[in-house]
């Protein structure tokens, strides 16, 4: 089972909409969470982390549910520009300090 | 500052040859990493290091070595080439590995390389 799961997409909106995606992990003790950007042949850069409450940053709402084990990511008001891929990333003390990506959920923005 | 910084961006190799992928950080940063990205596979670590002097295996550590001699560098050696090493390579940095700290992830843009 991998550690952490995402659905790949892609996921084709038009300007204006509010998409969400999920991302679920498979160790209950994992303590920190993290959305990337990644877009086409550049380096992932973080978007945000995800704090137990739940934190927001402008159109970008990150979630996280520890009884189900996923994070999400809500984007309201999409923007061509948000056109990407989206990595979920994972890392706790009991994994060595190690930090475990998701595949990737692609999102494609349309006029 | 210069962030995470990789060179080369690309890079040919035959089946067989050795090279080094250097990888720097200018935020004195103790955590430093390589992982490897392949299409449909993600991210996959491949060696990291929580400090000087002080380096791990990661998920896929086989065919490379690492060694970190400084609190800036960490360069990723291929011993041997060989075809299915043909990826992107990309450098991470971080102020600490730890999880519930200051562990966001900073990349560098990068090494493309090929294996014929």
């Known amino acids: 089972r991998k550690e952490v799961e995402q659905d790949p997409g892609p996921f084709n909106v038009p300007e204006g909409a509010t998409v969400a995606f999920n991302c679920t992990y498979s160790?209950?003790?994992?303590?920190?969470f993290f959305w990337y950007r990644q877009d086409c042949r550049k380096e992932p850069k973080l978007l945000m982390s995800v704090y137990s409450s739940g934190n927001e940053d402008g159109r970008f709402t990150a979630q996280l549910n520890r009884a189900s084990q996923y994070i999400s990511l809500l984007i309201r008001d999409s923007k061509l520009s948000d056109s990407a891929t989206y990595l979920c990333?994972?890392?706790?003390?009991?994994?060595?300090?190690?930090?475990?990506f998701g595949t990737g959920t692609s999102l494609t923005v349309i006029p | 500052n210069a962030g995470v910084t990789q060179t080369p961006k690309f890079q040919v190799l035959k089946t067989g040859q050795s090279m080094t992928l250097q990888c720097a950080q200018d935020m004195n940063h103790e955590y430093m990493s390589w992982y490897r990205q392949d299409p449909g596979m993600g991210l996959r670590l491949i060696h990291y290091s929580v400090g000087a002097g002080i380096t791990d295996q990661g998920e896929v550590p086989n065919g490379y070595n690492v060694s970190r001699s400084t609190t800036e560098d960490f360069p990723l050696r291929l011993l041997s080439a060989a075809p299915s090493q043909t990826s992107v390579y990309f450098c991470a940095s971080s102020y600490s590995g730890l999880a519930g700290s200051r562990n966001e992830q900073f990349f560098g843009p990068g090494t493309r390389l090929t294996v014929l």
């Open positions: 160790n209950s003790a994992s303590q920190s």
């Open positions: 990333v994972v890392n706790g003390r009991d994994t060595g300090n190690q930090f475990y």
